[in-house]
């Protein structure tokens, strides 16, 4: 979540992420001391819950094995340290005593001492990745938070005296626009932090020459640029929230051109040229070039 971001309008709780699923996108937005209590709760957690899987497993490892036959000592001891229910780590050293004891007493010794170190030492190994993988179901860097927009709605024009407040408002967005340009819109591999305020800090679009779209000798050079978007999803591209039955897609494909002067201006006398009837004495004369297409 960028500084950008008001916090205020952040959602805290349950919500889900589409864009990853039904099931991978359920996420709970916190602040930042939740969040630690969250992460210590789920390392208990996680100890508690494999140390009792480790127990259930080793104790009905036992229970199939005591068969009541006759059996040598290698086994009888086997059996005993089973019972004891001890850790991953016991297990895979006492195996490896009881095969150095038994190595030329019974048969088997190493296979028959083989499975239950092999045993031990798998389930160290996938608590150590469990361990690991628990600290990842937090996220405290560039996270996507879901933002509620109270104020969202199309922009009233007519408040205020002459638009004031929508011009001032407008001129904000303008302003705020043209610097996150510059930030962001740039051939970089590492942009600015703020540029993180979006799902993504740009958006793509591709660049070509492409023949003059206008009659002949409307470009100079008789060509022109074409800057295409391509299809662009309000989900990936623009950071909403909605089902795939609700997506929209679109492009915007714009083409541009320099276009001659010569022989299509006309200048005028700005005494002459209709302007705003709410202001109509001019102290000067000004004098503007009108493009003739």
């Given amino acids: 979540m960028s500084a950008e971001l008001d916090a205020r309008l952040v959602k805290r709780g349950l919500w889900t992420n589409l864009s990853e699923g039904p099931i991978l996108g359920r996420t709970i937005t916190t602040d930042t001391r939740t969040g630690t209590l969250i992460v210590a709760l789920l390392a208990v957690l996680s100890s508690l819950g494999t140390a009792h899987l480790w127990h259930l497993i080793t104790f009905l490892y036992h229970q199939i094995r005591a068969h009541g036959l006759p059996s040598d000592g290698l086994f009888r001891q086997q059996q005993a340290i089973l019972r004891t229910l001890p850790t991953p780590s016991s297990l895979m050293a006492e195996s490896l005593k009881l095969w150095w004891f038994w190595r030329n007493k019974t048969d088997r010794a190493l296979t028959r001492s083989a499975f239950q170190f092999a045993t031990g030492l798998a389930f160290a190994l996938a608590t150590l990745a469990a361990s690991i993988f628990s600290s990842y ?22 408040i205020g005296e002459q638009g004031v407040p929508f011009r001032t408002y407008q001129g904000a967005i303008n302003a705020f626009a043209e610097s996150f340009a510059q930030d962001c819109y740039q051939n ?3 942009l600015p932090a703020r540029c993180n305020a979006f799902v993504r800090p740009n958006i793509p679009f591709t660049k070509e020459r492409v023949p003059c779209p206008f009659s002949g000798g409307m470009c100079i050079g008789d060509e022109a640029i074409a800057m295409d978007s391509g299809l662009l999803d309000l989900n990936h591209h623009f950071g909403l929230n ?4 609700d997506g929209v897609k ?11 002067l010569e022989g299509h201006t006309t200048v005028v006398n700005a005494t002459d040229y209709p302007f705003n009837p709410d202001h109509r004495s001019l102290e000067k004369n000004f004098w503007y070039s009108i493009m003739e297409i």
């Avoid at 915007?252 to 051109?257: M, Y």
């Fill in 137 to 158: 179901v937090v996220d405290s860097s560039n996270i996507q938070v879901l933002v509620r927009g109270p104020d969202c709605g199309a922009v009233n024009t007519s």
């Fill in 250 to 260: 679109f492009r915007k494909r714009t083409t541009c051109s320099v276009l001659p």
């Fill in 188 to 190: 970089k591999t590492v």
């Fill in 242 to 245: 909605l089902q795939n039955q």
